[in-house]
C-alpha cells in the first residue's frame, strides 16, 4: 500500500482523477479525516476532496505509475 497527499483546485481536476483511477484495476481509496471514499467514484470523490488536502491511497507496491500521474495534484 502506497500513498500520496493531493489537493483539487477545479472539478476539471477531479473528473480526470477519477477517469485515471479507473484505468487501474486495483483498489484505489480517497482519505480525508476519518472519511473514505472509493477514487473509481466521481460522486464519492467530489464530495470529499474539493479544494481540501486528501490522502490517495493505493493498495498495491506497483503503483508508480499511478503516482506518478497524479504527482501534479501534490499538496
Known amino acids: 500500500m502506497r500513498s500520496i497527499r493531493v489537493k483539487f483546485e477545479q472539478a476539471k481536476d477531479i473528473v480526470d482523477f477519477v477517469k485515471t483511477a ?7 481509496d480517497v482519505r480525508c479525516g476519518s472519511v473514505v471514499v472509493d477514487a473509481k467514484s466521481l460522486v464519492g470523490v467530489m464530495a470529499v476532496a474539493s479544494r481540501r488536502v486528501v490522502e490517495i491511497v493505493a493498495h498495491t507496491e506497483e503503483c508508480g505509475e499511478l503516482l506518478a500521474r497524479v504527482a501534479c495534484y501534490a499538496a
Open 22 to 28: 479507473s484505468g487501474y484495476n486495483y483498489d484505489i
